[in-house]
């Protein structure tokens, strides 16, 4: 038994073994004593009281027992989650297209002095048809609601116009701070997809090869 404990004791001194596999293995034995006294031994100091010999044993049993199983990781779970990631991520840049996109249609959508113009041909046409007629305070009197209802349309168009101006520009105000907000959501997105990935590859690595990956693969005929 003192040769096993001595051994036991060697290969603890050498760190092959931990110390409390060898001390358990030394229990099994029945040369824990003689474990403890080899290891001081070896060591050239009293490394382990021997008078707390029981201690050490339970202690070695509960490092033993106690160690925490290695977590399983979920692979397709994770696989999941960056696939969330990634559409929520094409989601958001689509959205951000979308707005892109209305701000480059917003435009007026009145000409102004269109109305203006045809009633002033109109009228034009009237007053020189009076004219003809000999007809000149009638052709003065037209003349002057020609003039005046196409003051009045381009007026209104005017108006229209510059109320339609300020509704884009609030759109493009709206539009963009929805830009800004999204992107400012794909940026906090970014760094979580790229480490979700990098700890993907890692795992992948770190897996043995499949029977697939592993069998040999037939030369191409081609």
Do not use: C, W
Not at 11 to 24: C, D, Q, S, T, W
Not at 27 to 51: M, P, R
Not at 105 to 111: E, R
Request: charged fraction near 25%; glycine fraction near 4%; proline fraction near 4%.
């Amino acid at each position: 038994m003192k040769s096993a404990a001595f051994n036991l004791a060697f290969k603890v001194h050498r760190n092959e073994i931990p110390f409390a596999e060898g001390l358990l293995k030394s229990v099994e034995s029945g040369a824990q004593e003689d474990f403890i006294v080899a290891l001081n031994s070896l060591a050239g100091e009293t490394k382990y009281n021997i008078n707390k010999l029981e201690q050490l044993i339970d202690e070695a049993r509960h490092g033993i027992t106690d160690k925490p199983k290695e977590k399983k990781v979920d692979l397709a779970a994770l696989e999941e989650e960056l696939n969330q990631l990634r559409s929520k991520r094409n989601e958001y840049k689509e959205n951000i297209r979308t707005y892109q996109s209305q701000i480059a249609t917003l435009a007026p959508s009145i000409l102004p002095g269109v109305n203006s113009f045809l009633l002033f041909l109109v009228g034009i046409v009237f007053v020189i048809l009076f004219l003809l007629l000999g007809m000149g305070i009638i052709s003065v009197f037209v003349l002057i609601i020609t003039l005046s209802g196409a003051g009045y349309f381009l007026f209104q168009d005017m108006t229209l116009l510059k109320k339609q101006k300020e509704e884009i520009q609030r759109k493009k105000e709206r539009y963009s701070a929805e830009i800004e907000k999204i992107t400012a959501i794909v940026n906090d997105l970014e760094p979580k997809i790229a480490e979700k990935e990098q700890y993907l590859d890692q795992i992948r690595a770190s897996m043995p090869p499949t029977e697939e990956d592993a069998a040999p693969r037939m030369p191409s005929m081609d």
